[in-house]
């Protein structure tokens, strides 16, 4: 636990941090998916190290994971409203059915144990890493949204999934609207509005529902780390300028390759860890 470890163990954790930030912020930038389909599973992993308690430590890494968001989805909006490439229109549509999500999503992962959330990501991170893997730009379901209850449920559903798993609106939403036709660049610019609208109702839904949990380490507000918080928020916006120089420089084909298998076994571990507790 935090309060027991000496001051080498306290300086590998703080590095640990900035380094999970920053390798979550260059993906980020790299491949338009939320740094929070990094941050949670290099979190749980971290804490699992620590010896924090199997009952927190997913939430705690969830919580964290999207308190991180907020900063970074709003720098990033701001980037890419600069460019014009922030969908208003669209925002006005999905803005209510993913904040309706979150709410839902944050109050499901609130109530259940920490197994529940790590199928979760597990099951859909093995999902993004497939897609990630084997899609192509030409793969179209439709022309474009489809617009009325069945557009609204799909805002609510990513909102719902995204609250759970701990990430922004890249990692569902850009694949999503791809297969829909939309725009490239503004998918991407547009999610990451939606990850703020993600991040503000689930982070303060996490950070509520840990308040008085006896089983979080020290400098926890709720289920957010601070410390965490504090350090992997400016690696992360440091490096995501870098991810995003880099995409255009380096063959994102083998990169993006490379990140689908990184995020297959990471989804594989966090499934086996699931059967591990079962067992």
Avoid at 97 to 126: C, N, R, S
Avoid at 182 to 209: D, R
């Amino acid at each position: 636990m935090l309060a027991s470890l000496d001051l080498v163990h306290m300086l590998t954790y703080a590095a640990a941090l900035l380094f999970t930030g920053a390798l979550g912020g260059f993906v980020a930038g790299l491949l338009g998916v939320g740094g929070g389909i990094v941050i949670v599973p290099v979190l749980f992993h971290i804490f699992t190290l620590l010896d924090i308690d199997d009952d927190v430590k997913m939430h705690l890494a969830v919580g964290t994971s999207l308190s991180t968001i907020i900063l970074t989805s709003a720098m990033s909006v701001r980037a890419h409203w600069r460019r014009g490439a922030v969908d208003v229109d669209m925002l006005k549509r999905w803005g209510i059915g993913i904040f309706l999500g979150v709410v839902a999503g944050t109050l499901l992962a609130t109530h259940v144990k920490g197994p529940v959330l790590m199928g979760v990501f597990g099951v859909v991170a093995l999902i993004v890493s497939f897609h990630m893997a084997f899609s192509k730009p030409s793969w179209r379901l439709a022309d474009k949204l489809p617009g009325g209850i069945a557009e609204q449920a799909m805002a609510t559903g990513i909102g719902g999934v995204s609250a759970m798993m701990g990430i922004g609106g890249g990692t569902l939403s850009v694949p999503t609207l791809s297969l829909f036709g939309y725009p490239i660049h503004k998918a991407v610019g547009t999610a990451a509005a939606i990850g703020f609208i993600i991040g503000v109702p689930g982070t303060i839904g996490f950070v509520l529902s840990g308040l008085g949990d006896s089983e979080l380490p020290p400098f926890s507000f709720g289920y957010v780390s601070l410390l965490g918080l504090a350090l992997i928020t400016p690696t992360s916006i440091l490096m995501a300028p870098v991810g995003a120089w880099a995409a255009h420089a380096l063959p994102v084909r083998g990169l993006k390759l490379a990140f689908a298998a990184f995020l297959f076994v990471t989804a594989l571990r966090m499934l086996w860890s699931v059967l591990d507790f079962l067992t």
